[in-house]
């Protein structure tokens, strides 16, 4: 369940916070060399990371959208599995229960029969 707890957060962080956005454009835009930095603004019309921030920023959400949607999926499927598996242990301990009483009642059957055949 601390997993589910963890994939929700990440996806509320994901969709929520834009200056971790910013921020992670940003750093990557500045790692860049000023050859990569001037291809960019010429394939984008754009001049400087603030006015190619747009740009970037619409990339990165593109990126972000297909990130959380298989985040949101792999939530699910876990989230299936977690509910399957509490099922499946209910039924074993219902199991387990209704053999006991069989169990039970046929030792009390047994015990009957032993008593009227003395």
Known sequence: MLCLALEVAVIVVIFADDSLIRGNAESQWNELSETQQAAYETDNECVGFDECYASIEQKIKNNLFIIGGVTIGVFVYQLACALFACCLC?????????????????????????????
Do not use: F, W
């Open 90 to 118: 209910c039924r074993i301990v219902q199991a387990t229960e209704d053999l006991e009483d069989k169990i039970a009642l046929d030792t009390v059957r047994q015990k009957r029969q032993q008593s009227v055949l003395v």
